[in-house]
């Protein structure tokens, strides 16, 4: 896997992007990366945020459905 995030503005936290090798993905594993990421986050920025490509709509869903 590879990422990049960096603090934003104020107390916020900007995730650029998470990525899993194609063989990794739809295991859980990209999943189990970002909630791991958020529970870190979440204990010293009030909010998180995620970027994404608008041409990749896969992206965005699974970004919803973690909350």
Same mark, same amino acid.
Do not use: M, N, P, R
């Given at each position: 896997f590879f990422g990049k995030g960096? &603090?934003?503005q104020n107390s916020d936290f900007e995730?650029?992007?998470?990525?899993v090798e194609d063989k990794?993905?739809? &295991?859980g594993v990209g999943r189990s990366l970002a909630k791991r990421i958020f529970t870190i986050v979440r204990?010293?920025? &009030?909010k998180? /945020? /995620?970027?994404?490509l608008i041409s990749t709509p896969i992206n965005i869903k699974f970004y919803e459905k973690l909350g």
């Open positions: 960096y &603090k934003y995730l650029q992007y998470i990525a990794w993905q739809g &295991k204990k010293s920025y &009030k998180c /945020v /995620v970027k994404t």
